[in-house]
């Protein structure tokens, strides 16, 4: 046997020495890991000392200012963005991390020091500051931070959230009433993407109307399982139609059917009735019906980057090609956006009018916010003059871009300044004077009917 020390007999166990020099490698490997990870975690600890202090600058820059917290914000907002272009990374992504990075080096020090150190991962930093942000009074969180540091030396980042979180509830001195206040700010819903033309909806909401919504729908839901519909074949037999659906099937139709109709007895499957403002890319073989829904047909991917037979809700992505369809056929409050699918031209887009046309144009060149790495959909973004009218700047295609409110603050209120270059591209140039060039996302290739130029 080739144990070291005092192994226990095994007898199942097959006995296959390890062949010479292994456990040295064994070891050099264990050895490097725990090396690097230490080493990791002190260039972690630096980047958030470097994080914290943009955090520190946007307070000098802004000290002594009448209105403080206004200017303050936007100087973190400006600094976010230098720093996010300059990274590639989206600037309310940095914003989130010098706020954390900042929240780190002054209210959990003991953590930030064990993290320079490499005594402790970025993990068990996260989990310490997620249990023990809520904590107000100093000394209290500080005894926290101690107990929690000393446990995080020796155990995974997961058993050490399991062992804090009740120190960190006894250590709080706000009630559950203040506590739901302030989390109730934060309700709200969200669209998450997901494949096959699905997504989730998700929203965040005091449990007791999340709980009261979903004892609604399993109640409509089960109404309509338990009761067959009325007798429609039109004869004479009394047929009883039983609902095929299953639970689940008929809680979403009912969700959906609640939300996007004004009642949700006689609606259908409620496209008709959808108010809210969203472009859709129909290939027009889905509209005669020769399109087979796949992306293969027609002879390759059109210049609008989308698929040939495939319809596509602009900036999310494909969708069926029923839904499709039903959409066309509604049109008011739609943007009807005709392709050939063999050239990806776009042949038409309905409801003209000059201006909206223009946005029309806009939109389908610009698809979100303009400003580099932000992906805030077009349709919610503002239609801004990149040269402000007041110095000049004509309210055509080519001096115009979507901003969402976030970047049109920064844009108006900051030194960030933004140029429209030919082909749709946008240059914006940062406090610093480094310029950040930004792309259309697709390249959109527009006939007129007297083959006049495209209009940007
Ligand atoms: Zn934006």
């Not at 456990?23 to 958030?48: E, K, M, N, S, T």
């Not at 144009?361 to 610009?366: F, Q, S, T």
């Not at 919610?380 to 115009?400: E, F, K, V, W, Y």
């Not at 920064?410 to 610093?432: E, F, M, Q, V």
Request: aromatic share 4%; charged share 25%.
């Amino acid at each position: 046997m080739a144990f070291d020390g005092e192994a226990p007999e095994e007898p199942d166990r097959p006995d296959r020495p390890v062949p010479v020099g292994f456990d040295a490698r064994r070891r050099a490997l264990v050895d490097a890991a725990v090396a690097l990870a230490a080493q990791l975690a002190g260039v972690q600890a630096r980047q958030a000392s470097v994080l914290s202090a943009v955090f520190e600058l946007a307070e000098e820059m802004t000290a002594g200012s009448p209105t403080r917290v206004r200017d303050r914000d936007l100087a973190i907002r400006d600094l976010s963005a230098e720093v996010g272009a300059a990274l590639r990374v989206s600037d309310r992504t940095v914003q989130a991390r010098i706020s954390d990075a900042w929240e780190l080096v002054n209210r959990f020090p003991a953590a930030h020091a064990a993290l320079a150190g490499g005594r402790i991962s970025w993990a068990h930093v996260r989990t310490i500051m997620d249990a023990g942000c809520a904590i107000s009074d100093d000394t209290a969180r500080g005894q926290f931070e101690a107990s929690s540091v000393t446990i995080a030396e020796h155990e995974s980042a997961g058993r050490l959230r399991h062992r804090i979180v009740m120190d960190a509830e006894a250590a709080r001195t706000d009630s559950i009433d203040e506590r739901h206040r302030a989390a109730r700010a934060a309700r709200c819903v969200e669209v998450r993407d997901g494949a096959d033309g699905m997504s989730d909806l998700y929203a965040h909401l005091p449990t007791v109307q999340a709980h009261g919504i979903a004892d609604r729908l399993h109640r409509y839901a089960r109404r309509i399982k338990n009761h067959p519909n009325p007798d429609t074949d039109g004869d004479a037999g009394g047929d009883v139609v039983w609902e095929e659906r299953t639970l689940a099937q008929i809680q979403a139709d009912v969700f959906a059917d609640l939300l996007l109709t004004t009642d949700p007895t006689t609606a259908g499957d409620g496209l008709a009735t959808i108010r809210a403002h969203v472009q859709v890319n129909i290939p027009a073989t889905i509209l005669t019906g020769t399109s087979t829904g796949t992306g293969a047909e027609g002879g390759g991917s059109p210049p609008t980057g989308g698929l040939p037979g495939v319809a596509e809700l602009i900036g999310h992505g494909p969708i069926d090609t029923e839904t499709a369809r039903a959409l066309a056929g509604n049109a008011p409050g739609w943007d009807r956006l005709f392709v050939n699918p063999t050239t990806g031209h776009v042949l038409e887009i309905d409801r003209y009018q000059p201006s909206a046309d223009q946005r029309r144009i806009l939109r389908v060149r610009d698809e979100h916010c303009r400003f580099p790495g932000c992906r805030y959909p077009a349709t919610r973004s503002d239609a801004d003059h990149t040269i402000d009218a007041a110095h000049g700047g004509p309210t055509a295609i080519s001096n115009l871009g979507h901003f969402c409110r976030r970047h049109h603050t920064l844009k108006h209120h900051t030194r960030w300044k933004a140029d429209n270059l030919p082909g749709g591209l946008i240059r914006w140039t940062s406090p610093l004077g480094v310029t950040y060039t930004d792309k259309p996302p697709r390249t959109v290739v527009f006939t007129t009917p007297d083959d006049t130029p495209p209009p940007f």
